[in-house]
Nanobody, 121 residues
Framework: VQLVESGGGLVQAGGSLRLSCAASGLAFSRYAMGWFRQAPGKEREFVATISGIGDNTSYRESVKGRFTISRDNAKNTMYLQMNNLKPGDTAVYYC???????????????WGQGTQVTVSS
């Protein structure tokens, strides 16, 4: 199983980025997917999650209305559209695959290597 994130980078506050997570080696549509992030010196935290067929999503409160999680099962890819980015969003963003949607990292079986998102003020 391989999960590969892309789309990170440096952006000014108020800008946008779209992260992608390309999956291989698993029955993608059978897995719930999640985005997590980890800032320097902090624990990895939940950002958003989506069900296998994409009909249910959940977000952490601080990104609601700014971030949108989606997936294209035909392409085995998940996305995170991030708008109105803030310096507090700066972190390494990870995608993960699990048996069900969850806020908890331990519920996810597979993880990507992460992509850096830096938001300047």
């Amino acid at each position: 199983v391989q999960l590969v994130e892309s789309g990170g980078g440096l952006v000014q506050a108020g800008g946008s980025l779209r992260l992608s997570c390309a999956a291989s080696g698993l029955a993608f549509s059978r897995y719930a997917m999640g985005w997590f992030r980890q800032a320097p010196g902090k624990e990895r935290e939940f950002v958003a999650t989506i069900s296998g067929i994409g009909d249910n999503t959940s977000y952490r409160e601080s990104v609601k209305g700014r971030f949108t999680i989606s997936r294209d099962n035909a392409k085995n890819t998940m996305y995170l559209q991030m708008n109105n980015l803030k310096p507090g969003d700066t972190a390494v963003y990870y995608c993960a695959a699990g048996d069900s949607r969850s806020w908890y990292t331990l519920r996810y079986r597979y993880w990507g290597q992460g992509t850096q998102v830096t938001v300047s003020s």
